[in-house]
């Protein structure tokens, strides 16, 4: 089966930069519209944009400024990329997030509260605000993280506001399935999101990337694409009975 999603609005947070980015493009590429909300790096936006752009179909993407821990600047970027898009989101990606390093006791209040503050609280404005725009046969799908699963040592604020995600998106598949709506979740293990391919040459690995490789069953690093063609998986008709659903894109490493 082609996946075509033409004509297809993606709303999609944290989707200028890093593995948002390579969500942005690879749906693009399928014909997607994507509209990007982005904190602060403009020119990470401006890029990407181009990169769109550049895209042998024309479509008019766009990228919206707004931090999504501030409950008001959601409203306001949700009603204009529904605006932009006539009204209508068909796919909700959920990127956005911030890391947050340490043991928990000595984890400070302030990453503590960062970690929860985007990934979590910044999560449930974005999907409250874009809820109501959400159409029959739509999706959302959260960027969650192994470490959300596993309990990972030093990853703990974070870990914890992932686990917290897991559970939402759950309840969530519940609350939109009579709506026609399906909510999958997608945890990336450790990943390269420079956008190239480190696979290509394994000598230039770096030490803690053969540490990562020698404990993956596959033997070899996880790239931003191997995450966004499970999104794509999920946004599209070959996943149409599937929900509520955590599937970790890991390259089987425990
Ligand atoms: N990279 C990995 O190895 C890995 C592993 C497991 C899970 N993940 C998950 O994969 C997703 C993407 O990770 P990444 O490493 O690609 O992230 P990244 O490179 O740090 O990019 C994060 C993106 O989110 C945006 N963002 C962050 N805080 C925001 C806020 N408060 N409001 C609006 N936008 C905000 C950033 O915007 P600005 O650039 O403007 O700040 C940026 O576009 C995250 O959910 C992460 O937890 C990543």
Not at 57 to 70: G, K, S
Not at 91 to 110: H, K, M, N, R
Not at 120 to 132: D, E, L
Not at 223 to 238: C, E, G, H, K, M
């Amino acid at each position: 089966m082609q996946i075509d999603l033409t004509g297809k609005n993606v709303l999609i947070t944290g989707g200028a930069r890093g593995i948002g980015r390579i969500i942005s493009l690879t749906l693009a590429q399928s014909g997607a519209r994507i509209g990007a909300i982005y904190r602060s790096d403009n020119s990470a936006a401006e890029r990407t944009l181009a990169e769109l752009h550049a895209l042998p179909n024309p479509v008019d993407h766009f990228m919206l400024q707004a931090d999504i821990t501030d409950e008001q600047a959601v409203e306001r970027a949700i009603q204009a990329a529904q605006e932009r898009f006539g009204g209508a989101i068909d796919f909700l990606i959920l990127d956005a997030a911030q890391g947050a390093y340490g043991e928990l006791a000595s984890t400070s209040t302030e990453d503590w509260m960062r970690a929860f503050d985007t990934n979590v609280h910044g999560a449930f404005f974005v999907v409250r605000a874009a809820t109501p725009y959400l159409q029959r046969g739509g999706s959302v799908v959260f960027i969650s993280s192994g470490a959300g699963h596993d309990p990972l040592e030093g990853l703990s604020a974070y870990g914890a506001s992932k686990a917290a995600v897991n559970h939402l998106s759950t309840v969530l598949a519940q609350e939109l399935g009579q709506r026609g709506v399906r909510v999958n979740v997608v945890s990336p293990g450790s990943t390269d999101k420079s956008g190239t391919d480190p696979n290509t040459d394994p000598e230039s690995y770096t030490e803690k990337q053969r540490d990562i490789v020698t404990t993956t069953a596959l033997r070899r690093l996880g790239i931003a694409q191997d995450v966004a063609n499970v999104v794509l998986f999920f946004v599209s008709d070959l996943s149409t009975f599937v929900t509520g659903q955590w599937l970790r894109v890991n390259g089987g490493r425990l």
